[in-house]
């Protein structure tokens, strides 16, 4: 190289080089071992191409920092069992908090994704933009005077909401099932509160990172969750980044429209799925020509089980217009996978036996296709989780 083209190299070129390097690969080695829970040195070094003395140096860093720790030995049949290494689950913690339409639950999420302690309060009817943000607030500081050894160890605050949002600004736009969600400030009240960083993530989004991550979805690149509760979402993942959209209203599913002189929805137009298939809907439906003022989809559901031609009616019809949006989005993205999640898929078969005879009924070209339903494994626990997984996007492989 002469001198010329030397001018152009920046002095600190080789270091920074090095230490991206460096970087990168410990963050892909803590992404494997989040999604692999354990593994040796050999593992690693096949499944990321870094030779053995790379994996053992990054290794050996990670186990004086405590991000790791040794494991135990690997049983092998033959030759030498290797050792494993595992992420710390002690390394960090992270405050969950899961705000749906008629919940607050918040928890405390060990490095490792573990849900070392929860609690949930409900949203009644009583409640409006105060009380469901004291009731927030409540959930997170009681976790704080629950364990006060965690709490230098305790490094954000994440929050999954639904809704429109503003993350960057920590602010929820618009959220149509909470009362008086509208230009919501959370981030700042939080952080004034607790003095941790937060971060926040749309509810099925936060779902469905979860799932992809340490759920249902962890071996498949695309995927869609669709989110069934009292309203409807989805989390649309690309090859393991969640699609978003230019801005952020991608994947709205509950307001595709399916009846098109159908009822009023909240988001002002008539006949969107979400006033004939969500959970809000079904209780509606539920109450007409019924006594009971508290019916919700779970009592619906359980009247159909007991035999309640009415209810199973409508979970019929609920089910059959969900198959429809659904093999809609199949159609659009091609994505085979879908991930079923949300307090409504407890309904199960009642919803799932008629949403899948739709499916079949309106998808393209399906006798060469292979459609994948699969149940979300992390239930209750998924937006939760997958918001708490916020905390730790810094040290891992960029992902979502
Ligand atoms: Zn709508």
């Not at 439906?285 to 006594?291: E, F, Q």
């Amino acid at each position: 190289m002469n001198r010329t083209q030397d001018r152009f190299v920046p002095d600190n070129l080789v270091t920074g080089t090095h230490h991206l390097m460096k970087s990168l690969n410990r963050g892909v080695i803590l992404g494997l071992l989040r999604r692999e829970t354990s593994l040796s040195r050999i593992e690693l070094s096949k499944l990321t191409g870094l030779d053995a003395k790379t994996i053992t140096n990054l290794v050996r860093e990670m186990l004086q920092e405590k991000i790791v720790v040794a494991a135990g030995y690997q049983k092998k049949k033959m030759g030498r069992n290797p050792k494993i290494i595992n992420l710390n689950e002690d390394y960090g913690y992270s405050l969950g908090i899961d705000l749906g339409a008629s919940h607050v639950r918040a928890g405390l999420v060990n490095f490792k994704a573990g849900l070392v302690f929860c609690r949930e309060e409900f949203i009644t009817r009583r409640d409006n933009r105060v009380s469901i943000v004291e009731k927030i607030v409540r959930g997170c500081r009681l976790i704080l005077e629950e364990f006060p050894d965690k709490r230098e160890k305790i490094r954000a605050v994440c929050l999954a909401a639904p809704g429109f949002l503003n993350r960057e600004k920590g602010e929820i736009i618009r959220s149509v099932n909470l009362p008086g969600f509208t230009s919501v400030p959370i981030g700042k009240i939080l952080r004034r509160e607790l003095g941790l960083p937060f971060y926040l993530e749309e509810s099925s989004r936060a779902m469905a990172r979860a799932e992809g991550l340490f759920g249902a979805a962890k071996d498949h690149k695309s995927f869609i969750l669709l989110d069934l509760g009292v309203g409807l979402g989805t989390g649309i993942v690309i090859n393991r980044h969640l699609y978003r959209g230019v801005e952020e209203m991608a994947g709205e599913i509950g307001h595709i429209v399916v009846e098109v002189k159908g009822d009023r929805c909240h988001c002002g137009r008539r006949g969107c799925l979400e006033t004939v298939a969500s959970g809000a809907a079904l209780a509606r439906l539920g109450r007409i020509g019924r006594s009971e003022s508290g019916i919700d989809a779970r009592a619906l559901a359980l009247a159909a089980r007991n035999g309640d031609t009415a209810a199973v009616g409508l979970f019929n019809r609920a089910g059959s217009f969900l198959g429809l949006g659904l093999a809609n989005l199949i159609n659009l993205f091609d994505i085979p996978v879908i991930i079923i999640s949300g307090r409504l898929a407890e309904a199960g078969d009642l919803i799932l036996d008629p949403m899948k005879r739709s499916l079949r009924e309106h998808l393209l070209f399906l006798t060469d296709r292979k459609i994948r339903l699969v149940k979300g494994q992390l239930g209750e626990d998924s937006a939760l989780l997958g918001a708490a997984s916020l905390a730790w996007d810094e040290l891992f492989t960029p992902s979502f």
